[in-house]
């Protein structure tokens, strides 16, 4: 069995004790990083093969598999009910909380993001939609 890892990039504040005689509270940053499990593997069976074809136009299925929260992100979003179903049938409701936890920038719309935070969190008001500026600017801790 083949164990997938994703690294998560934080930061860490390091204190630099002494410059002089006087006591400095400056913090250098420095960098960590955090190895997480990865989402499970979406198996290529041939209803989430027809799936990744709709959802997924620009890629082949074997390559939209092999990013999982990321073709999640696109099932959640642009799949008709009888895909969410499908996708459902080889992915828990944790991987799917697990996707939208690390979900990709710029996939979602508001209604989806809305509707699957209600329905897999209870959230009644769900958190920001994910941006690119975001995650380039403050990485995850």
Request: with cysteine; aromatic share 12%.
């Amino acid at each position: 069995m083949r164990l997938a890892f994703r690294l998560r990039f934080s930061v860490s504040p390091k204190p630099r004790p002494f410059q002089g005689s006087v006591y400095w509270q400056n913090v250098q940053m420095m960098p960590r990083f955090d190895i997480l499990p990865a989402m499970r593997r979406i198996p290529l069976t041939p209803e989430i093969e027809t799936v990744s074809r709709r959802c997924v136009w620009y890629k082949t299925p074997a390559e939209a598999v092999e990013e999982p929260e990321h073709f999640v992100a696109h099932v959640l979003t642009y799949g008709t009910h009888e895909d969410v179903k499908a996708l459902r049938k080889v992915v828990s409701d944790d991987d799917l909380r697990e996707a939208m936890n690390n979900a990709p920038s710029g996939v979602y719309d508001g209604r989806s993001w809305s509707y699957w935070q209600l329905k897999l969190f209870g959230r009644y008001d769900p958190p920001p939609m994910p941006s690119r500026l975001e995650r380039l600017l403050a990485p995850r801790p």
